[in-house]
């Protein structure tokens, strides 16, 4: 079974410039998270989608950051423009359905760099 | 709010040695818990969660938590370590609901001497 695929695994962008990544998760899975690994931090999920719809996204921080998964497989998560602090790595993961029960399965991650 | 507290960024054992990650947790409601492991260049990877039934939990590779709602603990042991547990491990914390927010430790990094 193959896992969730992430892309790009690598970013380097200047602050204010623009930047996407790229999410396919477990065939099947109705839920996608998005969440951000600061260094030395634990991963803080950023927004929950279950299908095409948003569950949650109370700690995205919508000024700069967007996230659509439009046919309820990918997806896409954006930063416009991107601040220094933005640096992490992002971590999509996707389960079965939704619920604290759920088994979450994550991807490598894309670690984004901002210089 | 729930929050978690990982004691200790890094642990250091030595092969075949017990593996003790301390966990504790501050929840308003009866919590579920997990252990994650992650390691290098990687995702992170569930290794057990504690969701109100057994107060211990066995998970893969070895290890097992105890749940201790009297010390707000959700401790992370394996009886011998092995060179293939050195990564970093996560506990988290969610208080459950429709979204299902997890809060995350700042991890511990296991390193395993031969």
């Known amino acids: 079974e193959a896992g969730v695929a992430q892309s790009p695994r690598y970013k380097i962008i200047e602050k204010r410039q623009s930047v996407a990544f790229w999410c396919n998760p477990i065939?099947?899975?109705?839920?996608l998270y998005w969440y951000q690994q600061i260094l030395g931090q634990g991963p803080k999920l950023l927004i929950q989608?279950?299908?095409?719809?948003?569950?949650?996204d109370s700690q995205l921080p919508k000024d700069r950051f967007s996230a659509e998964r439009l046919k309820g497989v990918d997806s896409t998560l954006k930063i416009q423009p991107a601040k220094l602090e933005d640096s992490a790595v992002y971590l999509c993961?996707?389960?079965?359905?939704?619920?604290?029960?759920?088994?979450?399965?994550f991807g490598p991650g894309t670690r984004l760099l901002v210089l | 709010a729930q929050s978690v507290t990982q004691l200790g960024s890094h642990v250091s054992v030595s092969e075949g040695a017990l593996v003790l990650l301390r966990c504790n947790y501050s929840?308003?409601?009866?919590?579920?818990l997990f252990w994650y492991v992650q390691y290098p260049n990687q995702g992170l990877q569930l290794l057990l969660k504690?969701?109100?039934?057994?107060?211990l939990v066995k998970g893969i590779n070895g290890f097992e938590a105890e749940f201790k709602k009297s010390e707000t603990s959700f401790h992370l042991t394996k009886p011998s370590a092995h060179m293939s547990d050195a990564a970093e491990y996560f506990c988290?914390?969610?208080?459950?609901?429709?979204?299902?927010?997890?809060?995350f430790g700042r991890g511990t990094s296991l390193i395993v001497h031969p």
């Open positions: 989608f279950q299908n095409n719809g948003v569950v949650d």
């Open positions: 065939s099947g899975h109705a839920t």
């Open positions: 988290a914390v969610s208080e459950g609901g429709g979204s299902y927010i997890p809060t």
């Open positions: 929840s308003s409601v009866p919590p579920y």
């Open positions: 993961a996707s389960s079965l359905g939704v619920g604290v029960t759920e088994t979450q399965y």
């Open positions: 504690y969701t109100s039934a057994a107060t």
